[in-house]
């Protein structure tokens, strides 16, 4: 999809590369992966924060990395606060290039299979002529004119 946008007297040309691969997913976090506390905040803010949990703590257990927030009214919002404040400490960061890395080095499906897709490894069996199965070499389906070359 390709077009262009008018945008003040300017031209904002749009282009989208088709041949760049999709990006893929490495892995995904759950709230199974975090620890969520609420608590009561300190300091000003009257009744609504004297008397509700909305400071909220984050826990990443993994890594060990915690995000904390009370400074909002609202746990809602404390929450995500908390969560970016998680997300941007140092030890998230480290565990998330380690897990990266882990993951670069693994191989493909696609190299998997051609790394055993070798003669050695593939064993073929053609049906005798007393019908029973027997396993046959590549010069043996040849000289039956059984092989089909691929």
Not at 39 to 60: E, L, Y
Not at 78 to 96: D, E, V, Y
Request: proline share 3%; net charge positive.
């Amino acid at each position: 999809m390709n077009g262009q946008i008018p945008l003040e007297n300017k031209v904002v040309k749009i282009v989208i590369n088709k041949d760049k691969p999709p990006r893929e997913l490495i892995y995904s976090l759950t709230k199974k992966d975090f620890v969520v506390q609420t608590f009561r905040g300190s300091g000003a803010g009257g009744q609504n924060r004297n008397k509700r949990d909305t400071a909220v703590r984050i826990i990443h257990q993994a890594s060990g990395a915690r995000g904390e927030s009370c400074e909002e009214r609202s746990q809602a919002q404390n929450k995500k606060t908390a969560f970016r404040r998680l997300i941007a400490s140092g030890k998230f960061k480290l565990w998330h290039a380690k897990v990266c890395y882990e993951f670069s080095k693994k191989k493909t499906v696609e190299q998997e299979v051609d790394e055993w897709m070798v003669p050695k490894f593939i064993k073929t069996e053609v049906k005798g002529p007393t019908g029973k199965w027997i396993t046959a070499s590549e010069e043996d389906l040849k000289k039956e004119n059984l092989y089909n070359g691929n």
